[in-house]
């Protein structure tokens, strides 16, 4: 064998274990942020299942809501700082490397951010829908959010607020509410009245 034959071997070899460990680095890198994106949305998810029940059996002025938003709140800042490292270092993941729902997940924990957090990734929400790594619909609701927030009138209709007396919930205004079906059917919701019947609260707020 001559030596061109030698190097060429050596280069193809070199070639398919750098490959093979790009791969496993990339399949190691999926598992964590997996991993970071499950617990932050489980804590999530586990908090608000917990403020529905507590506020419907003590109140919203009882102490055991107090407490159960101060934990929410507690978790929802760590929550934030793994999903903040997460989107600083890598972007919005592609839903192939962490499929669609914790793609979700990661919105979801955004939408319970407060505003700067939501502020400074907004633009990488509004690219994760451009390129299809979110759903519209999802958009939509956190520009809902954030227009709330402002003291503004919301698009879609999809924030809520509770009587501080009667922890009742109503809707804050919404803009042009004789077009919001058809605001809410172009990103993907169902109408406000299907939306408000699943929540169990009146639409428009009854006086």
Do not use: C
Not at 73 to 78: E, G, I, K, R, V
Not at 104 to 116: K, N, P, Y
Not at 142 to 168: A, C, F, N, W
Request: charged share 25%; hydrophobic share 35%.
């Amino acid at each position: 064998m001559n030596w061109k034959y030698h190097l060429f071997l050596f280069i193809t070899i070199t070639y398919i274990v750098n490959k093979a460990q790009a791969q496993n680095d990339s399949i190691k890198t999926d598992i964590f942020l997996n991993m970071q994106i499950d617990s932050a949305f489980k804590f999530d998810q586990d908090d608000r299942a917990k403020i529905q029940h507590i506020l419907s059996k003590f109140g919203i002025q009882s102490k055991e809501a107090q407490h159960i938003f101060d934990q929410t709140a507690l978790h929802d800042s760590s929550n934030i700082v793994a999903i903040s490292n997460i989107l600083d270092k890598y972007g919005w993941p592609d839903s192939s490397s962490i499929g669609t729902d914790r793609s979700i997940a990661i919105w979801a924990i955004l939408q319970h951010a407060d505003s700067a957090i939501q502020e400074k990734y907004f633009p990488i929400m509004q690219l994760a829908v451009k390129q299809k790594k979110l759903a519209p619909r999802y958009l939509a609701l956190t520009e809902d959010r954030r227009l709330v927030r402002q003291g503004k009138p919301q698009i879609y209709g999809s924030q809520l607020q509770i009587d501080q007396q009667t922890g009742k919930r109503t809707f804050f205004p919404i803009i042009d509410p004789k077009n919001i079906n058809k605001r809410r059917r172009s990103v993907g919701l169902d109408t406000i009245e299907e939306y408000a019947k699943s929540l169990n609260v009146p639409y428009p707020n009854s006086n």
